[in-house]
């Protein structure tokens, strides 16, 4: 199992279910329970929405795992900004329904991060990974790098990273998380092997999207 410190419910989302299951509390002491129903339903997507299950890591040594739940936008060759390189791109979009927290899809060390402030338009195009406020990470590898990019969305405000240059990851590590429905952009080597086809569905950790 990859590194897991707080199990089931993200530990971003604790204020937030903390103050929905007290709001409902308070609302069904004063008004009575069918006042209270709104606040519940509030309550239990935000208990929906953090939900945070550790997962096993594919033993497969050269896979490229996914950072992200969610579904498959974009896999295409395009150049990566951030290394100045063709890469393959292999792009996740979250919904406000998937698991928001982001692994680590190789084992490496983070050689640079590159924030950069943007919009928020829907994640779910393609000027998403130009124009909206996103997070880089550029991975090292034995032989090669890839990067990762946290991808802010219509909704989501907030990209969380705790990893800086220099520290190590594990594949399938925890290593970020974007708050209500965001997208994840991976760029890959030319050489890797893509397994996954746009539309399809993938799972941080489990899923594997390319081979290098």
């Not at 279910?17 to 209270?36: F, N």
């Not at 709104?38 to 594919?58: E, G, H, L, S, T």
């Not at 739940?69 to 792009?91: C, F, H, M």
Request: proline letters at 7%; hydrophobic letters at 50%.
């Amino acid at each position: 199992m990859s590194t897991y410190p707080h199990p089931l419910l993200a530990r971003e989302g604790w204020p937030f279910i903390a103050g929905a299951v007290i709001a409902a509390i308070v609302v069904w002491a004063v008004a009575g329970l069918w006042w209270s129903l709104p606040v519940w339903i509030i309550a239990i997507f935000c208990i929906q929405f953090f939900r945070d299950p550790p997962r096993a890591v594919p033993a497969q040594v050269n896979a490229v795992l996914s950072p992200a739940d969610g579904r498959i936008v974009k896999v295409e060759k395009v150049n990566d900004p951030y290394t100045q390189r063709d890469a393959l791109l292999v792009s996740v979009f979250m919904n406000v329904f998937n698991v928001h927290s982001n692994r680590a899809p190789v084992d490496g060390t983070v050689e640079r991060l590159d924030y950069r402030p943007g919009k928020f338009v829907n994640a779910d195009l393609d000027k998403a990974s130009t124009e909206n406020e996103r997070n880089a990470m550029v991975v090292k590898m034995a032989n090669d790098r890839i990067t990762v990019v946290q991808v802010a969305g219509l909704i989501a405000r907030r990209i969380l990273c705790y990893v800086k240059p220099g520290d190590v990851l594990a594949r399938g590590q925890r290593y970020g998380f974007i708050r209500f429905g965001s997208r994840v952009d991976v760029y890959l080597p030319l050489t890797a092997r893509p397994r996954v086809t746009v539309g399809d569905v993938v799972y941080a950790t489990r899923t594997v999207i390319a081979e290098l």
